[in-house]
């Protein structure tokens, strides 16, 4: 009824007042069928149908029960949105509102398609360790959320930063590495995983001056796999 064309504007505030209860109490394979029929308004052209399916959604927090291939497509407009948002001119005012944004297609379990594991965790990471310049208090709570539910997979890509040029040059600012190394404090007793325990360990016994430089060491390349 919500995306029927032409829906009345009254029918629409009726099903926003029950829907967040409904949607409480509704199987996960009934939340996973709404999330279809969105892809399948978004595939068939059906825009102000597919308008309506996102109004919806966002109204209940279901966006995280889109298709692995939706969920992705829509999660990297997000992420490169915030990026955008972080490197540009006034950052710090325009991140949070692309903050919110991203985190409601993350689930409480902080599942995350693998197609954009990579720039979601170095977009995250880099906005919550800021540009040398500060760091955006508005969006602050939108990071924290987000990175405490990373799980195995993205506490490695967190280990993997340092070998990017971008992030490894960022870390080169004092006030970055300062915050890299607080958030690596919090993070490192949350892994499992020998390897990353170990490259955690390395970088936290690593020097200021050697940790913009990590990524190109032979070792720590060869101890997460990386040639």
């Not at 490169?80 to 689930?107: K, M, T, W």
């Not at 693998?114 to 170095?122: M, N």
């Not at 050697?210 to 040639?227: E, H, T």
């Amino acid at each position: 009824m919500y995306t029927t064309k032409d829906a009345a504007v009254q029918i629409k505030s009726n099903i926003k007042l029950v829907a967040g209860s409904a949607w409480t109490v509704a199987p996960d394979e009934v939340k996973y069928e709404c999330g279809f029929k969105y892809a399948t308004f978004a595939s068939n052209g059906e825009v102000d149908r597919k308008e309506a399916a996102n109004e919806f959604l966002s109204v209940v927090g279901g966006l995280p029960f889109l298709p692995n291939d939706t969920l992705a497509l829509e999660m990297a407009d997000k992420i490169d949105s915030l990026f955008a948002a972080h490197a540009g001119f006034n950052n710090f005012h325009n991140e949070p509102a692309h903050a919110r944004a991203l985190d409601a297609y993350v689930s409480s379990a902080g599942t995350v398609p693998d197609a954009v594991r990579k720039s979601y965790v170095k977009t995250l990471v880099m906005a919550r360790i800021g540009n040398g310049h500060g760091v955006s208090d508005m969006a602050v709570p939108y990071y924290e959320r987000l990175i405490t539910k990373f799980g195995e997979a993205e506490l490695r890509e967190v280990a993997l930063l340092l070998t990017d040029r971008e992030f490894s040059s960022r870390v080169g600012l004092r006030s970055c590495l300062s915050n890299f190394r607080a958030l690596l404090g919090r993070l490192a007793p949350r892994t499992t995983n020998q390897v990353t325990q170990q490259a955690f360990a390395q970088i936290q016994g690593a020097t200021d001056a050697q940790i913009p430089n990590l990524g190109k060491d032979s070792a720590y390349k060869r101890l997460l796999g990386v040639r």
